[in-house]
Protein backbone atom coordinates (compact mmCIF):
# COMPACT_ATOMS: atom_id res chain seq x y z
CA UNK A 1 0.00 0.00 0.00
CA UNK A 2 1.01 3.63 -0.22
CA UNK A 3 3.31 5.20 2.36
CA UNK A 4 3.80 8.16 3.97
CA UNK A 5 6.85 9.29 5.33
CA UNK A 6 9.18 12.47 6.56
CA UNK A 7 12.76 13.11 8.04
CA UNK A 8 11.05 15.68 9.28
CA UNK A 9 9.10 13.95 11.51
CA UNK A 10 13.00 12.85 13.32
CA UNK A 11 13.26 16.44 15.06
CA UNK A 12 11.54 15.34 17.51
CA UNK A 13 14.30 14.44 19.81
CA UNK A 14 14.25 14.67 23.19
CA UNK A 15 17.21 13.73 25.21
CA UNK A 16 15.02 12.81 28.25
CA UNK A 17 11.20 11.14 29.70
CA UNK A 18 10.18 10.95 32.88
CA UNK A 19 9.90 6.85 33.32
CA UNK A 20 9.80 4.85 36.74
CA UNK A 21 10.68 7.91 38.82
CA UNK A 22 13.80 7.87 36.11
CA UNK A 23 14.60 10.69 33.30
CA UNK A 24 15.44 8.12 30.49
CA UNK A 25 16.39 8.10 26.60
CA UNK A 26 13.17 8.44 25.21
CA UNK A 27 11.25 5.14 23.98
CA UNK A 28 9.65 7.23 21.43
CA UNK A 29 12.73 8.02 19.78
CA UNK A 30 13.44 8.56 16.14
CA UNK A 31 15.05 5.16 15.43
CA UNK A 32 11.50 4.06 15.44
CA UNK A 33 11.38 5.58 12.12
CA UNK A 34 14.13 4.33 10.92
CA UNK A 35 13.13 0.75 11.66
CA UNK A 36 10.30 0.73 10.10
CA UNK A 37 11.25 2.32 6.54
CA UNK A 38 14.24 0.07 7.05
CA UNK A 39 11.59 -3.08 7.23
CA UNK A 40 9.67 -1.41 4.36
CA UNK A 41 12.88 -1.29 1.67
CA UNK A 42 13.62 -4.49 2.66
CA UNK A 43 10.42 -6.02 1.36
CA UNK A 44 9.92 -3.66 -1.40
CA UNK A 45 5.85 -4.26 -1.18
CA UNK A 46 5.16 -0.89 -0.57
CA UNK A 47 6.16 2.38 -2.36
CA UNK A 48 7.02 5.34 0.18
CA UNK A 49 6.63 8.86 -0.42
CA UNK A 50 6.61 12.32 1.23
CA UNK A 51 3.74 13.94 2.42
CA UNK A 52 2.06 16.87 1.18
CA UNK A 53 2.05 20.47 3.64
CA UNK A 54 -1.42 20.93 4.24
CA UNK A 55 -1.03 24.23 5.99
CA UNK A 56 -2.82 25.07 9.62
CA UNK A 57 -6.38 25.14 8.80
CA UNK A 58 -6.61 20.82 9.26
CA UNK A 59 -5.06 21.37 12.78
CA UNK A 60 -7.35 24.62 13.74
CA UNK A 61 -10.49 22.37 12.75
CA UNK A 62 -9.48 19.96 15.89
CA UNK A 63 -7.73 21.70 18.44
CA UNK A 64 -7.70 24.83 20.21
CA UNK A 65 -5.51 27.95 18.72
CA UNK A 66 -4.25 29.45 22.06
CA UNK A 67 -3.24 25.14 22.08
CA UNK A 68 -1.25 25.88 18.48
CA UNK A 69 0.20 28.85 19.61
CA UNK A 70 1.87 27.48 23.03
CA UNK A 71 2.97 24.41 21.20
CA UNK A 72 4.94 26.67 17.98
CA UNK A 73 7.03 28.70 20.88
CA UNK A 74 6.89 26.75 23.94
CA UNK A 75 11.30 25.82 23.29
CA UNK A 76 11.82 29.49 22.47
CA UNK A 77 10.23 30.71 25.47
CA UNK A 78 11.43 28.06 27.48
CA UNK A 79 15.02 28.68 26.74
CA UNK A 80 14.11 32.62 26.68
CA UNK A 81 13.25 32.38 30.58
CA UNK A 82 16.90 31.25 31.00
CA UNK A 83 16.13 27.57 31.74
CA UNK A 84 18.90 25.03 30.32
CA UNK A 85 17.22 21.33 30.59
CA UNK A 86 14.19 20.17 28.81
CA UNK A 87 10.60 21.10 30.23
CA UNK A 88 8.36 18.59 32.00
CA UNK A 89 5.26 20.19 33.74
CA UNK A 90 5.73 20.47 37.54
CA UNK A 91 2.06 21.62 38.30
CA UNK A 92 -0.95 21.46 36.31
CA UNK A 93 -4.14 22.60 37.45
CA UNK A 94 -5.74 19.42 39.06
CA UNK A 95 -8.74 18.90 40.81
CA UNK A 96 -8.49 21.94 43.68
CA UNK A 97 -6.94 24.26 41.44
CA UNK A 98 -8.66 26.87 38.55
CA UNK A 99 -7.89 26.09 35.53
CA UNK A 100 -9.73 29.16 33.49
CA UNK A 101 -6.76 31.21 33.73
CA UNK A 102 -3.69 30.74 31.25
CA UNK A 103 -0.59 31.73 33.12
CA UNK A 104 1.68 34.08 31.91
CA UNK A 105 4.78 31.74 32.42
CA UNK A 106 6.25 29.75 30.30
CA UNK A 107 6.57 27.13 33.48
CA UNK A 108 2.88 27.71 34.46
CA UNK A 109 1.62 27.40 30.63
CA UNK A 110 3.58 23.96 30.09
CA UNK A 111 1.17 22.26 33.57
CA UNK A 112 -1.69 24.06 31.91
CA UNK A 113 -1.61 22.29 28.34
CA UNK A 114 0.19 19.47 29.73
CA UNK A 115 -2.36 16.22 30.35
CA UNK A 116 0.78 13.53 30.96
CA UNK A 117 4.15 14.54 32.66
CA UNK A 118 6.71 11.82 30.66
CA UNK A 119 6.68 14.01 27.95
CA UNK A 120 9.25 16.64 27.28
CA UNK A 121 9.40 19.28 25.19
CA UNK A 122 12.14 20.06 22.82
CA UNK A 123 13.72 21.87 20.41
CA UNK A 124 11.99 20.40 17.00
CA UNK A 125 9.02 18.97 18.39
CA UNK A 126 6.57 21.53 16.76
CA UNK A 127 8.55 21.58 13.40
CA UNK A 128 8.11 17.33 14.04
CA UNK A 129 4.68 17.56 14.86
CA UNK A 130 3.54 19.54 11.83
CA UNK A 131 5.23 16.80 9.64
CA UNK A 132 3.30 14.39 11.57
CA UNK A 133 0.05 15.61 10.71
CA UNK A 134 1.06 16.29 7.52
CA UNK A 135 1.70 12.73 6.72
CA UNK A 136 -1.49 11.49 8.39
CA UNK A 137 -3.60 13.97 5.83
CA UNK A 138 -1.26 12.66 3.22
CA UNK A 139 -2.21 8.92 3.87
CA UNK A 140 -6.25 9.93 4.59
CA UNK A 141 -6.21 11.89 1.66
CA UNK A 142 -4.79 8.47 -0.68
CA UNK A 143 -7.38 6.53 1.29
CA UNK A 144 -10.13 8.45 0.26
CA UNK A 145 -9.46 9.42 -3.08
CA UNK A 146 -8.15 6.16 -4.21
CA UNK A 147 -10.15 3.95 -2.04
CA UNK A 148 -7.81 1.97 -0.84
CA UNK A 149 -4.82 1.48 2.02
CA UNK A 150 -2.76 4.24 3.03
CA UNK A 151 -0.24 3.84 6.28
CA UNK A 152 1.20 7.14 7.83
CA UNK A 153 4.70 6.85 9.60
CA UNK A 154 3.98 9.25 11.99
CA UNK A 155 5.69 10.89 14.28
CA UNK A 156 5.62 11.67 17.15
CA UNK A 157 2.40 9.92 17.78
CA UNK A 158 -1.14 11.70 18.32
CA UNK A 159 -3.92 9.87 20.02
CA UNK A 160 -3.52 10.74 23.44
CA UNK A 161 -3.68 14.67 22.62
CA UNK A 162 -6.56 16.12 23.32
CA UNK A 163 -8.37 19.29 22.00
CA UNK A 164 -5.86 21.61 24.16
CA UNK A 165 -3.27 19.53 25.91
CA UNK A 166 -0.44 17.33 25.08
CA UNK A 167 0.82 13.76 26.71
CA UNK A 168 1.73 10.69 26.57
CA UNK A 169 4.26 11.41 23.39
CA UNK A 170 1.52 12.90 21.94
CA UNK A 171 1.06 16.77 20.62
CA UNK A 172 -1.67 17.44 17.20
CA UNK A 173 -4.12 14.12 17.36
CA UNK A 174 -3.25 12.95 13.62
CA UNK A 175 -6.23 10.86 13.57
CA UNK A 176 -8.53 13.26 15.06
CA UNK A 177 -6.86 15.77 12.01
CA UNK A 178 -7.59 13.15 9.55
CA UNK A 179 -10.77 12.30 10.61
CA UNK A 180 -11.97 16.14 10.22
CA UNK A 181 -10.26 16.79 7.12
CA UNK A 182 -12.08 13.94 5.63
CA UNK A 183 -15.55 15.03 7.05
CA UNK A 184 -14.63 18.73 5.52
CA UNK A 185 -13.96 16.68 1.84
CA UNK A 186 -17.26 15.83 1.96
CA UNK A 187 -17.71 12.10 3.88
CA UNK A 188 -20.83 11.86 6.08
CA UNK A 189 -19.09 9.66 8.35
CA UNK A 190 -15.45 8.51 9.81
CA UNK A 191 -14.41 5.90 12.34
CA UNK A 192 -11.50 5.76 13.88
CA UNK A 193 -10.39 2.14 15.45
CA UNK A 194 -7.83 2.45 18.12
CA UNK A 195 -5.58 -0.33 18.27
CA UNK A 196 -2.63 0.98 20.40
CA UNK A 197 -2.06 -0.71 23.60
CA UNK A 198 -3.31 2.23 25.45
CA UNK A 199 -6.43 4.04 25.44
CA UNK A 200 -7.01 6.92 23.02
CA UNK A 201 -8.15 9.22 25.37
CA UNK A 202 -7.21 12.21 22.86
CA UNK A 203 -9.31 11.57 20.19
CA UNK A 204 -12.35 10.19 22.57
CA UNK A 205 -11.92 13.95 24.19
CA UNK A 206 -12.02 15.70 20.73
CA UNK A 207 -15.39 13.45 18.99
CA UNK A 208 -17.14 12.54 22.55
CA UNK A 209 -20.11 14.86 21.68
CA UNK A 210 -20.42 13.71 17.70
CA UNK A 211 -22.44 11.39 15.63
CA UNK A 212 -20.41 11.57 12.57
CA UNK A 213 -17.22 9.73 14.08
CA UNK A 214 -17.31 6.72 15.61
CA UNK A 215 -14.62 5.86 18.20
CA UNK A 216 -13.80 2.34 18.98
CA UNK A 217 -10.42 1.34 21.05
CA UNK A 218 -8.89 -1.57 22.37
CA UNK A 219 -6.23 -1.27 25.04
CA UNK A 220 -5.49 -1.91 28.37
CA UNK A 221 -7.65 -1.66 31.10
CA UNK A 222 -6.95 1.72 32.51
CA UNK A 223 -7.34 1.01 36.01
CA UNK A 224 -3.95 -0.63 35.83
CA UNK A 225 -2.04 1.55 33.06
CA UNK A 226 -1.65 4.86 31.14
CA UNK A 227 -4.11 6.96 30.87
CA UNK A 228 -5.69 5.99 33.96
CA UNK A 229 -8.20 8.27 34.10
CA UNK A 230 -10.31 7.73 30.78
CA UNK A 231 -10.94 4.44 28.72
CA UNK A 232 -13.77 2.61 30.59
CA UNK A 233 -16.57 0.27 29.25
CA UNK A 234 -18.76 2.80 30.23
CA UNK A 235 -17.52 6.04 28.39
CA UNK A 236 -20.20 5.90 25.24
CA UNK A 237 -20.03 9.08 24.27
CA UNK A 238 -22.95 11.81 25.36
CA UNK A 239 -25.10 14.24 23.84
CA UNK A 240 -25.44 13.51 19.95
CA UNK A 241 -22.79 11.55 20.41
CA UNK A 242 -24.13 8.86 22.40
CA UNK A 243 -23.87 5.58 21.31
CA UNK A 244 -20.41 6.55 18.81
CA UNK A 245 -17.77 5.68 21.54
CA UNK A 246 -16.81 2.14 22.35
CA UNK A 247 -14.17 1.50 24.72
CA UNK A 248 -12.53 -2.53 24.98
CA UNK A 249 -10.44 -2.49 28.35
CA UNK A 250 -8.68 -6.04 28.13
CA UNK A 251 -6.66 -7.42 31.11
CA UNK A 252 -3.05 -6.45 31.47
CA UNK A 253 -1.47 -9.34 29.72
CA UNK A 254 -4.49 -10.37 27.49
CA UNK A 255 -3.98 -13.30 25.55
CA UNK A 256 -4.17 -12.78 21.18
CA UNK A 257 -7.44 -14.81 21.30
CA UNK A 258 -9.14 -12.33 23.53
CA UNK A 259 -7.69 -9.27 22.12
CA UNK A 260 -8.54 -10.79 18.65
CA UNK A 261 -12.45 -11.48 19.70
CA UNK A 262 -12.37 -7.41 20.41
CA UNK A 263 -11.17 -7.04 17.18
CA UNK A 264 -13.93 -8.64 16.06
CA UNK A 265 -16.46 -7.15 18.32
CA UNK A 266 -15.15 -3.56 17.34
CA UNK A 267 -15.35 -4.70 13.17
CA UNK A 268 -18.82 -5.44 13.46
CA UNK A 269 -19.75 -1.91 15.01
CA UNK A 270 -17.83 -0.53 12.22
CA UNK A 271 -19.40 -2.36 9.25
CA UNK A 272 -23.01 -1.59 10.56
CA UNK A 273 -22.04 2.06 10.67
CA UNK A 274 -21.01 2.20 6.78
CA UNK A 275 -18.55 5.06 7.44
CA UNK A 276 -16.78 6.62 4.44
CA UNK A 277 -12.97 6.30 5.52
CA UNK A 278 -11.75 4.22 8.77
CA UNK A 279 -8.46 5.38 10.38
CA UNK A 280 -7.14 2.94 12.43
CA UNK A 281 -4.82 4.52 14.70
CA UNK A 282 -1.72 1.38 14.73
CA UNK A 283 0.27 1.07 17.80
CA UNK A 284 2.34 -1.95 17.84
CA UNK A 285 2.64 -1.41 21.59
CA UNK A 286 0.44 -4.66 21.85
CA UNK A 287 3.58 -6.74 20.64
CA UNK A 288 4.79 -9.35 23.52
CA UNK A 289 8.34 -8.00 23.26
CA UNK A 290 7.32 -4.55 23.98
CA UNK A 291 8.62 -2.48 26.76
CA UNK A 292 5.49 -0.67 27.87
CA UNK A 293 2.70 -3.18 26.76
CA UNK A 294 2.00 -6.67 28.47
CA UNK A 295 -0.19 -7.90 25.66
CA UNK A 296 0.90 -11.10 24.26
CA UNK A 297 0.79 -10.62 20.47
CA UNK A 298 3.42 -12.14 18.44
CA UNK A 299 4.66 -10.44 15.38
CA UNK A 300 3.83 -13.31 12.95
CA UNK A 301 -0.02 -12.38 14.52
CA UNK A 302 0.27 -8.94 13.00
CA UNK A 303 -0.24 -9.80 9.58
CA UNK A 304 -3.50 -11.70 10.68
CA UNK A 305 -4.62 -8.41 12.45
CA UNK A 306 -4.37 -6.55 8.80
CA UNK A 307 -6.36 -8.88 6.94
CA UNK A 308 -8.74 -8.81 9.53
CA UNK A 309 -9.47 -5.04 8.75
CA UNK A 310 -9.14 -5.22 5.26
CA UNK A 311 -12.36 -7.72 5.43
CA UNK A 312 -14.19 -4.36 6.37
CA UNK A 313 -13.60 -3.43 2.88
CA UNK A 314 -13.00 0.62 3.30
CA UNK A 315 -10.71 2.83 2.43
CA UNK A 316 -8.32 2.82 5.03
CA UNK A 317 -5.81 5.04 6.97
CA UNK A 318 -3.07 3.64 8.76
CA UNK A 319 -1.81 6.02 11.12
CA UNK A 320 1.43 4.90 13.63
CA UNK A 321 0.85 5.40 17.19
CA UNK A 322 3.19 3.20 19.64
CA UNK A 323 5.33 0.90 19.42
CA UNK A 324 8.60 0.30 21.28
CA UNK A 325 10.27 -2.74 20.72
CA UNK A 326 12.25 -1.20 18.11
CA UNK A 327 14.42 -4.53 16.86
CA UNK A 328 10.62 -5.76 16.19
CA UNK A 329 8.65 -2.60 15.60
CA UNK A 330 9.41 -3.12 11.55
CA UNK A 331 7.92 -5.80 11.20
CA UNK A 332 5.27 -6.16 13.51
CA UNK A 333 4.23 -3.00 11.19
CA UNK A 334 5.27 -4.53 7.90
CA UNK A 335 2.68 -7.45 8.91
CA UNK A 336 0.00 -5.68 9.36
CA UNK A 337 0.25 -3.45 5.84
CA UNK A 338 1.15 -7.07 4.01
CA UNK A 339 -1.98 -8.45 5.80
CA UNK A 340 -4.20 -5.66 4.33
CA UNK A 341 -3.36 -5.96 1.27
CA UNK A 342 -3.30 -9.93 0.85
CA UNK A 343 -7.15 -9.64 1.24
CA UNK A 344 -6.97 -7.94 -1.66
CA UNK A 345 -4.92 -9.93 -3.86
C1 LIG B 1 1.48 6.73 21.94
C2 LIG B 1 1.75 5.93 23.18
O1 LIG B 1 1.84 4.70 23.10
N1 LIG B 1 1.97 6.60 24.31
C3 LIG B 1 2.21 5.92 25.54
C4 LIG B 1 2.61 6.84 26.63
C5 LIG B 1 2.83 6.09 27.91
N2 LIG B 1 3.60 6.83 28.81
C6 LIG B 1 3.57 6.43 30.18
C7 LIG B 1 4.07 5.06 30.39
C8 LIG B 1 4.06 4.70 31.84
C9 LIG B 1 4.99 3.58 32.10
N3 LIG B 1 5.14 3.36 33.49
C10 LIG B 1 6.52 3.23 33.86
C11 LIG B 1 6.66 2.33 35.01
C12 LIG B 1 8.07 1.85 35.11
N4 LIG B 1 8.16 0.70 35.91
ZN1 LIG C 1 0.57 3.19 23.28
Redesign the pocket.
Known amino acids: MQVYSSAQTKLRNAHG?L???KIIQP??SPKRVDMILAALQRSGAHGIREPRDYGLAPVLAVHDPQYLEFLAHAWDEWVQSGHQGEPVPTIVPGRNLRSSKIPADIAGKIGFYAL?T??CLSPGTYEAALSSKDIALSAAEYALTRQQGAFGLCR?????AARDQF????FFNNAAIAAQFALDRGIAKAAILDI???HGNGTQQIFYERSDVLFLSLHADPAC???YYLGYADERGSGAGAGFNRNYPLAKGSSSEVWLAALEEALLRVHSFQPGLLIVSL?V?TYAGDP?GTFAIQTAEYRQIGKRIAAAQLPTAFLL????AVEEIGLNVLGVLDGFDSFYA
Do not use: S
Not at 321 to 324: D, K, Q, R
Open positions: EHGGLEAETPPGHHGGYCDYHEFPGDLEGGY
